[in-house]
């Protein structure tokens, strides 16, 4: 089916894509995250020489930065190869949130905080997170914020509350959303984006979120922080004052693309997995798991979902380019609740169809469901994408609110 959207370039890559992850990926990757993930820093790093030995690393990057040149259709279908394995994104340096920082530092950083800070980034020497969530208030609406920036001659001085800051632990730097004009009486134009390096003495990091009985560690973690009178230079703001939110949406349209088709490969994983299980569990001496008509219907359905579910991303991919992410909008609402409720179904029936196996450790199956259960919260919960798509569809027939 994704014949329909390969273009020349990518014809021979995906393959080569592929190759690499089951020769060098999959057959380490459960041992990789059953452990502490520090302890296998060096075998990602080498890894990732791997991919640069043959020119595989950072799909979406220029070839002159380091990358292979890849626009949004074509990237979107190297994410979903990339997807079927929970380190797949990592090794090729292209995961959340590190592809988002690059996306909107290439746009609007600085000539310097570009030489500091996203030419390593795009190298991969070091990672980055993004600091908006606040636990005391309510994330779906943004608006509502508790951290300030507040200058003092050439410095901004920072103090907040931060959580859900994605694999903080180990990064180099952040990004951080604060408030820097309060009174504005627009909300939208009240917070400002500044980059932290987490090395600053203003800024800790309280601890790792437990999540699902596991904190992680390193980049598979997702954090609380706090800054204190964190002091960083006006030099460190991203694009100009007041421009956070603007900023923040540029950052998201492409990000929903990229989870999407992550989500899409995890789900082709799982369904390998569960078709694979199907054939070869005997019920008896005479039957198989897979001869049983309910568990026929739930690989057919599964089916049928993944692949409407590819082509609805790749479709917003190709307006998003043609059109750009504003006129795609209603799209992207689309495919963010409709991707994320396709993965939670396919992940549960791989993992029923395991049996008790399927909530164990021994397979992928359940890393993803407790990892991925995130996707119908973050980018924007499913309801929120719901109400704004009916709104749009409705403003049609002339309901205004
Ligand atoms: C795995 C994961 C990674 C994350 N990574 C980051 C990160 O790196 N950086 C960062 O800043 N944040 C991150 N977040 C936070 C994420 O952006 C927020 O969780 C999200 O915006 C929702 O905010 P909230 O959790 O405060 O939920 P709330 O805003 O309190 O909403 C709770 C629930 O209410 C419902 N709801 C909300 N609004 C509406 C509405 N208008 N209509 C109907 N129902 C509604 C939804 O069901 C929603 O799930 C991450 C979250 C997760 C789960």
Same mark, same amino acid.
């Given at each position: 089916?994704?014949?329909?959207?390969?273009?020349?370039?990518?014809?021979?890559?995906?393959?080569?894509?592929?190759?690499?992850?089951?020769?060098?990926?999959?057959?380490?990757?459960?041992?990789?995250?059953?452990?502490?993930?520090?302890?296998?820093?060096?075998?990602?790093?080498? $890894?990732?020489?791997?991919?640069?030995?043959?020119?595989?690393?950072?799909?979406? $990057?220029?070839?002159?930065?380091?990358?292979?040149?890849? !626009?949004?259709?074509?990237?979107?279908?190297?994410?979903?190869? $990339?997807?079927?394995?929970?380190?797949?994104?990592?090794?090729?340096?292209?995961?959340?949130?590190?592809?988002?920082?690059?996306?909107?530092?290439?746009?609007?950083?600085? @000539?310097?905080?570009?030489?500091?800070?996203?030419?390593?980034?795009?190298?991969?020497?070091?990672?980055?997170?993004?600091?908006?969530?606040?636990?005391?208030?309510?994330?779906?609406?943004?608006?509502?914020?508790?951290?300030?920036?507040?200058?003092?001659?050439?410095?901004?001085?920072?103090?907040?509350?931060?959580?859900?800051?994605?694999?903080?632990?180990? @990064?180099?730097?952040?990004?951080?959303?604060?408030?820097?004009?309060?009174?504005?009486? #627009?909300?939208?134009?009240?917070?400002?984006?500044?980059?932290?390096?987490?090395?600053?003495?203003?800024?800790?990091?309280?601890?790792?979120?437990?999540?699902?009985?596991?904190?992680?560690?390193?980049?598979?973690?997702?954090?609380?922080?706090?800054?204190? #009178?964190?002091?960083?230079?006006?030099?460190?703001?991203? =694009?100009?004052? =007041?421009?956070?939110?603007?900023?923040?949406?540029?950052?998201?349209?492409?990000?929903?693309? *990229?989870?999407?088709?992550?989500?899409?490969?995890?789900?082709?994983?799982?369904?390998?997995?569960?078709?694979?299980?199907?054939?070869?569990?005997?019920? !008896?001496?005479?039957?198989?798991?897979?001869?049983?008509? %309910? %568990?026929?219907?739930?690989?057919?359905?599964?089916?049928? #979902?993944?692949?409407?579910?590819?082509?609805?991303?790749? *479709?917003?991919? *190709?307006?998003?380019?043609?059109?750009?992410?504003?006129? @795609?909008?209603?799209?992207?609402?689309?495919?963010?609740?409709?991707?994320?409720?396709?993965?939670?179904?396919?992940?549960?029936?791989?993992?029923?169809?395991?049996?008790?196996?399927?909530?164990?450790?021994?397979? $992928?199956?359940?890393?993803?469901?407790?990892?991925?259960?995130?996707?119908?919260?973050?980018?924007?919960?499913?309801?929120?994408?719901?109400?704004?798509?009916?709104? @749009? %569809?409705?403003?049609?027939?002339?309901?205004?609110?």
């Amino acid at each position: 089916m994704t014949e329909l959207f390969l273009t020349e370039k990518l014809k021979p890559l995906l393959p080569q894509y592929q190759d690499f992850l089951k020769k060098e990926v999959y057959p380490i990757e459960l041992g990789i995250i059953t452990r502490p993930f520090r302890q296998s820093l060096s075998i990602i790093k080498a $890894l990732r020489e791997k991919a640069k030995a043959q020119k595989l690393f950072a799909p979406h $990057l220029s070839p002159k930065e380091g990358g292979v040149g890849l !626009n949004l259709m074509e990237f979107a279908q190297v994410s979903e190869v $990339l997807g079927t394995s929970p380190l797949g994104h990592l090794i090729f340096n292209c995961n959340a949130p590190d592809i988002g920082n690059m996306e909107l530092m290439h746009q609007f950083a600085s @000539a310097d905080l570009k030489n500091k800070y996203l030419h390593p980034l795009m190298n991969g020497d070091i990672r980055s997170c993004f600091a908006m969530t606040e636990p005391e208030f309510a994330g779906s609406n943004p608006v509502n914020m508790a951290t300030t920036a507040v200058r003092e001659g050439e410095h901004y001085v920072i103090n907040g509350h931060k959580w859900f800051t994605t694999a903080a632990d180990g @990064a180099n730097f952040t990004i951080v959303m604060a408030v820097t004009d309060g009174r504005n009486v #627009n909300p939208y134009l009240r917070a400002s984006m500044i980059l932290v390096p987490l090395d600053n003495p203003g800024f800790e990091l309280a601890r790792n979120i437990s999540i699902m009985g596991d904190a992680g560690e390193d980049y598979f973690s997702h954090a609380e922080v706090r800054f204190t #009178n964190c002091k960083v230079p006006v030099a460190n703001l991203i =694009g100009e004052e =007041g421009q956070g939110f603007a900023l923040a949406q540029a950052r998201l349209g492409p990000g929903r693309i *990229h989870h999407c088709m992550r989500w899409i490969g995890i789900c082709e994983r799982a369904f390998d997995l569960m078709c694979h299980r199907a054939a070869t569990r005997k019920l !008896n001496d005479h039957q198989f798991l897979g001869q049983q008509q %309910i %568990i026929q219907a739930w690989i057919a359905e599964c089916r049928a #979902n993944i692949n409407a579910a590819r082509l609805m991303v790749l *479709h917003t991919a *190709h307006k998003m380019e043609k059109e750009g992410a504003k006129a @795609a909008k209603e799209e992207i609402s689309t495919i963010k609740f409709f991707v994320a409720d396709v993965l939670m179904k396919t992940l549960d029936r791989a993992i029923q169809l395991h049996g008790a196996l399927g909530i164990t450790d021994d397979t $992928l199956l359940s890393f993803w469901y407790r990892h991925e259960r995130g996707a119908r919260i973050y980018d924007g919960p499913d309801e929120v994408h719901k109400v704004s798509l009916a709104k @749009a %569809i409705l403003k049609n027939y002339g309901l205004e609110k």
